[in-house]
């Protein structure tokens, strides 16, 4: 999933500093999994802000709306009553929903309240981490499973680097070393003649160096 | 000759013990400092490293600093790092370094940006090290460059070297790491340094075993302590580092901790160079000391150097 963390409160108290009524929006998707933009957290934002403001004396009106989805052009349709009469809407999604609001409603405000970080998954409850590097050609059967594209510092496709040392990576002892990890599960398989082997450089065009990506399947295209 | 005039491929290639250096850059405009030490290791060393913005902090440029050593009548090692340029930018500084008179590059990854004055920059890591290599081989041998395109004109021809080190994990994994950088081209090694001498000893005994002495010119990397703090911090503070705790306490003991720091240095080389076989050569890193440096090449007994 796509993982997000809230910008702290007064940063988006900040940026609404100027309006009087405000439509927070949650998502259905990711975000609510990782627990930082669905219905309970859109809820609580709304409030804290609503409280904040009452006590500056300041009123602030607040609508709340969790969409299914916020990456999704019906969805995001679906939003047209709630969007009407605010003077800016905060969405609790990840970076693509407040671009599919400001693409579908011209005149409204938009704000960001999450920092999209990364593609990964949970840990634990409450610790998630990065696992996709969203490279656009993955690698993985090649590396037992272990991104080296971002869960190595350094993105090297020929390590571990001279600074991976007792599993760890250079930047922190904190860091798993991911070329540390891909060696003790190819070892583990019999296939570290894998990691013998001379990779080329990878072909960064498929990443997002090769500038915005669209997917277009005709299979499932309607009409 | 492989390459385009390298000394020290001569040097190694004709069987001597090889002495390089090692000369950092200033962090400001002024190369005085630079061609200071380019003339005081003058005829101590074969070639001095120049490094490239080591631990990711700015520096003049190693190829800029390449040519003032140069000027100084010292053959440079030009260090390019994977850290911050991607293919574009590399091949053209190795045209420029090579139009310069720049002879020998050594690839490395580069320590991450988190070290240094910019720890907010972008890295770019385009290619690895090993990729750097390869290409820069297939540069000189294949006139290619790094996408396969042909090179009409004159092709740069470096002495190629890369750096091993036997004290980063897993180090069972690090003798076929630097199997895999020779088999891409690697024609110099240069080690991080060392001071555990014991752990050297059964990596170069692994070297041997699968004959890469015999494809590779090996380089020991050796680093005076000024303290023992200094070895405390190197000992704790650095990834990829092993201090055993018997220097730290000898330099502890001493009365003039800087001297004892020379004198385990000076005893290091002569240990390596008279006990350890498959070692062609010295690769002194005297961080921030590069004036210790003709003391320590003396009284290891390695000069004069030899005359081409």
């Known amino acids: 999933m796509i993982v997000a963390e809230q910008k702290p409160l ?30 309970k957290e859109t809820e609580v934002m709304a409030t804290a802000l609503r409280m904040k403001r009452q006590l500056e004396g300041n009123p602030l009106e607040t609508v709340t709306y969790t969409a299914t989805r916020q990456c999704d052009p019906e969805y995001v349709e679906a939003m047209a009553d709630a969007v009407k009469g605010v003077d800016a809407v ?23 309240a999450q920092n999209t970080a990364f593609a990964g998954g949970s840990k634990e409850h409450g610790v998630w981490e990065e696992f996709c590097g969203l490279c656009g050609q993955c690698v993985l059967h090649l590396t037992g499973g272990i991104c080296p594209v971002i869960r190595c510092s350094k993105s090297i496709m020929n390590g571990p680097c001279g600074g991976s040392q007792y599993g760890k990576c250079e930047i922190s002892k904190d860091v798993d070393c991911a070329w540390h990890l891909i060696y003790e599960r190819l070892k583990r398989l019999g296939r570290l003649d894998l990691m ?19 997917i277009t399947r005709e299979d499932v295209m309607i009409g | 000759m492989k390459s385009g005039g390298s000394k020290l491929e ?29 003339h005081m290791l003058h005829d101590y060393v ?23 050593i140069l000027g100084a009548g010292v053959e440079p090692i030009v260090q390019m790092t994977c850290r911050d340029r991607n293919r574009i930018a590399m091949q053209a500084d190795l045209l420029g370094a090579y139009s310069l008179g720049m002879r020998n590059v050594l690839c490395l990854s580069g320590d991450h940006q988190k070290f240094g004055n910019h720890p907010t920059a972008k890295n770019v890591y385009d290619v690895d090290s090993m990729q750097l290599i390869h290409l820069v081989r297939r540069m000189r041998d294949e006139k ?46 240069q080690t991080q340094c060392i001071y ?21 010119h090996i380089l020991a990397g050796v680093t005076p ?72 090449v003396g009284r290891a007994g390695l000069y004069p150097r030899p005359k081409l």
């Open chain 2, 144 to 189: 290619l460059f790094f996408s396969g395109e042909e090179m009409k004109g004159a092709e740069p021809r470096f002495f190629v070297g890369a750096v091993a080190n036997p004290f980063a994990d897993p180090f069972e994994w690090r003798v076929d790491r630097l199997e895999k950088k020779v088999n891409a081209g690697a024609e110099f090694i």
């Open chain 1, 90 to 112: 905060v969405s609790l999604a990840c970076g693509v929903g407040p671009q599919y609001l400001a693409a579908r409603y011209p005149d409204l405000w938009v704000i960001p």
């Open chain 2, 196 to 216: 555990d001498m014991e752990r050297f000893e059964r990596f170069m005994e692994m070297v041997r075993a699968r004959g890469l002495d015999q494809r590779v």
């Open chain 2, 225 to 296: 302590l000024k303290s023992w703090k200094a070895a405390k911090y190197l000992q704790t503070g650095v990834s990829g580092m092993i201090v055993p705790d018997a220097i730290v306490e000898r330099l502890k003991a001493a009365e003039d901790a800087k001297a004892e720091g020379v004198n385990i240095c000076i005893e290091q080389i002569r240990y390596i160079k008279e006990h350890v076989p498959g070692v062609h050569g010295v690769h002194i890193m005297a961080i921030a000391w590069e004036e210790v440096v003709p003391d320590i």
């Open chain 1, 10 to 39: 007064a940063e988006i108290a900040d940026m609404i500093k100027d309006c009087k009524k405000v439509l927070f929006a949650g998502c259905g998707g990711c975000v609510t999994v990782c627990l930082s933009g669905g219905e």
């Open chain 2, 46 to 68: 074969d070639a001095t490293n120049i490094t490239d913005c080591q631990t990711a902090v700015v520096r003049l440029s190693s190829i800029a600093s390449g040519v003032h």
């Open chain 2, 10 to 38: 001569q040097i190694l290639e004709q069987g001597h013990f090889a002495v390089t250096a090692e000369i950092g850059p200033p962090k400001h405009a002024d190369p005085q400092g630079v061609i200071h030490h380019a």
């Open chain 1, 196 to 214: 013998r082997e001379y990779r080329e450089p990878k072909d960064w065009s498929k990443a997002r160096d090769g500038g915005p990506r669209r």
